[in-house]
């Protein structure tokens, strides 16, 4: 095996060099333009593009090349176990992958740090860890795509997908599901690793290791397909919801003017004084909060590449203040003096970060807000650099949090909690010493799941707030609400508007739901454990606690049915055995539709003829 | 003596196309086995069947007693095989090619290897990218041959080398089989070197098995007759064991298998004046029999 590695690396180390080299060049430019550790999406995701993508073709390369005739020949004919063949060359593959992944960063971070005044925490060398696992799964999912003849391998790319796209909470949460992506993938490689590489995979748990995330990726594909069956059709027809909204459904508000929606919310109300409010909201200034609850709360040693605002930079001392994950405080240095400034804590300015004490350290990661502000998620700071003074801006009672970055409109500043919408005068923001006390106080008339953003009226006596959303009052319960929020801090309910009509069918709407119940339920279940603070990803218990049409029930039951009953059918036409046939027969009536297509991926068009 | 290759009806069919048909064979240990066939009769596919690397559609390959399909490491280490492109890693040495290649073999046979690569000029420390298809092609063959083992299958392994290389490639495998009594299976498109060395002759055609005898039990087969006919030759399909015929000279040379003596007695009686029976050689023999059912123009009308 170590000889299999040690050719195999021979083979590709001068272009392992080449690589490391350009990408070294590359980190070089970028540091010129910016500062190299400060999070930029394009980076990030040409980084990804080139990385990642690139260690997929790479794999698909390598074995393709040894995948031609005398070739396969060549390296499979010898006295050794396919197994250890497929070790030495993957190895090799990684070592390659290692090399480019860790050379670079390893050296930019490190010269950044040993050299620089520039904060660089731990998670800025893991980050390293992160790419290369993120590499490697992707290599894996190319050599398999090589090795094995289905045609659906190069759907286990989704794979990356649930490893890249959740924030978890920990880096256990993190790199775990990363190494179980890795040793599956590598499984599979292995068992695709054989002589006769036209030959499927049989075994059972093979089967079930590469139909979970094959059908799961299906789950994709089989929503897309609605486009050609759903929206398509009606789209031609000039019907479809989007161009020609539901009256009666929220989306209709869509279609209408601000003054407009207001007169849609209250029709039906018996409010006496609603058609005052239709005729005020015309008049009316309009605007819109936010109230979607943001899903970035940075946690501690996050990825750096999440990091919603690099450092605060204050134009009058010149200096520029970094939070440090490993310190908890906000380290500062002048860029005019060349030298440190010391760090911010919660308690205010500290001389140095080593003298800062337990006390000092914050206990969350504040979110860098504009020039001077820093927020948790109950208390929003605001630093004077000038007078190196940390005072407490707003501060929310116990087991009150902000869900939202503060909103400043033109007559406004909106502070969006989990229970209130508080909106503040925009002129005590700007003084340093008044206190920031909020003039209304509206209380959230439904629970904030329900809603994205609350538009607001200017009336002469205060504001109208209307809320909307298709699961306002619960799942699927559309409606509006709306409220009036008056000067002095009395609030009141106008109307609430329960709509019976959706913009889109039922089946439509819960697509995923209905198409594959375990897998929606699945998908919710991983990402609501690595994200457990996340609204919108529901466990196990939430999901199955919703009440959905009753359609959706009986046509995901028979789709259920169908698949396994269809499985069953293939399996005797392709001659499985019956290990096989009851594993694709379990599959397809546990993941449904999506399993079934993933068997076809996994067969052969016709039957193989095999009589063995 | 123990059998080293053994097939049952081993078919392979690719969509509509049959590769190998119904093919049964039976290879004792010892000597060099030729197999001959036109392009497309099966032989590759034979020999990648029989090493694991493709699976039949029906029938049984088995390799020093163990089926194809699963193949120990242990025998793959006793089965030598050499391609027609000398497939090595371009990129590594000679030097190190032969180091890692010995490693993988506790039986490797340095002197044999010395031997067979003194018939070519490769310097060692030449990377595989800059040696000659001579040179890769002794290279292959001595490590090959180090390798000590029971079965050598080498599919048209002297394919675009020139004479003095081939002839190196021919030398160096009589001087291991002799040597150390491996079973070479060869296949090849030059008669004039299956002529000299191999001790069996297999011949295949459209993925059947033809002959499976020495190479003069085969040259016995085929006859050689020259007749003069003056209403012309007979229909050809009424011609026992017909092959091949040419027109020269208002002289109708004709070759056919399995036929006696008698066989004159038949021409005289369907219309030849003078019948006369001549010798041929392996090529001629084999020739014929591979062009029986080659698709010419007209038979495909």
Known sequence: MFEIYKSEFLRYRKWAMLATVALLAGYGFLAKLKPFLQANEAQTAVTYMILIGGALVFGFVQMMLHRRNNHWTYLIHRPLAPHQIYTGLALAGATVIGMVIVVPWLIMVGGIDAFSETVVDMRHYGYMLFLLLCCLTSYLVGTLTALNPSKGSILLAILLLLLMHPKPQNNFLQYAPMIVAIAVLFALNLISFKPDLSTYVKRPWAIVLMAIPMSYAMTYGLALSTTIYYHLPLLIMGNHPDDHPVDGSVSYLWSLDAPQQIAYALEGSTHPRANYYIKQAELADFGYIGAREWNDLPRRSQLHTLDAQYAITDPETNSIWQFSHDDMLLVGYSQTRKEPLGAIGMRGFIDSVSRAENADRFTEIPRLAGRGFLTTQNTIYRIDFKERRLDIKHQLPEGERYITRPEIGEHYVALVTNKRTLLFDPRVLQNDYDAFEPEYEVTHPVPTEGFAYIDTYRLVDGYLFLYRGNNLFGFDQPGTVVLHAKLGGENETIFERHFSKQKHPAWIRHYMEMVSPVLHIADNAYFSALEPHRWDYLTPGEILGRSYPKEIYWIAGILMAVSAFAAFLMCRRHRLDRAQTITWVLLCAILSLPALVAFFLMNPLRPEPHEA | ?301
């Not at chain 2, 081993?10 to 290879?27: Q, S």
């Not at chain 2, 030759?233 to 399995?258: C, E, F, M, Q, S």
Request: charged share 20%.
């Open chain 2, 1 to 301: 003596m123990q059998t080293c290759i053994e097939t049952h009806g081993l078919t392979k069919r690719y969509g509509k196309k049959t590769a190998l048909k119904d093919f049964t064979l039976e290879i004792q240990q010892g000597g060099i086995h030729a197999i001959v066939g036109s392009n497309g009769a099966g032989k590759s596919t034979l020999f990648r069947m029989l090493l694991g690397i493709t699976t039949p559609t029906s029938g049984s390959a088995r390799l020093l007693g163990q089926d194809s399909r699963m193949l120990a490491p242990e025998v793959r280490g006793r089965v030598g095989y050499v391609n027609e492109e000398h497939t090595l890693p371009l990129w590594m040495k000679a030097r190190q090619i032969t180091a890692q290649q010995k490693s993988f073999y506790p039986q490797w046979n340095q002197s044999i290897h010395d031997e067979v690569i003194g018939y070519f000029d490769v310097d060692p420390e030449q990377k595989v990218a800059g040696l000659s298809r001579g040179e890769r092609a002794g290279l292959n063959l001595a490590m090959a041959l180090a390798q000590a083992p029971d079965v050598l299958i080498l599919d048209e392994p002297t394919l675009g080398l020139d004479v003095v290389a081939r002839q190196s490639f021919l030398e160096a495998l009589m001087f291991t089989e002799r040597e150390a009594n491996t079973t070479i299976i060869y296949c090849s498109h030059q008669m004039e070197e299956i002529e000299r060395v191999a001790d069996q002759l297999i011949v295949m055609e459209k993925g059947m098995l033809k002959n499976n005898s020495s190479p003069d039990e085969f040259v016995a087969r085929v006859s050689y007759w020259v007749g003069d006919f003056a209403n012309g030759l007979p229909a050809k399909n009424t011609i026992p064991g017909y092959l091949t015929h040419r027109t020269i000279d208002g002289n109708h040379h004709i070759l056919v298998a399995d036929q006696g003596d008698d066989f004159g007695q038949y021409l005289k009686q369907n219309g030849a004046r003078t019948v006369a029976r001549n010798a041929v050689n392996l090529e001629r023999a084999v020739n014929a029999f591979l062009t029986k059912n080659h698709n010419t123009p007209d038979s495909r009308v």
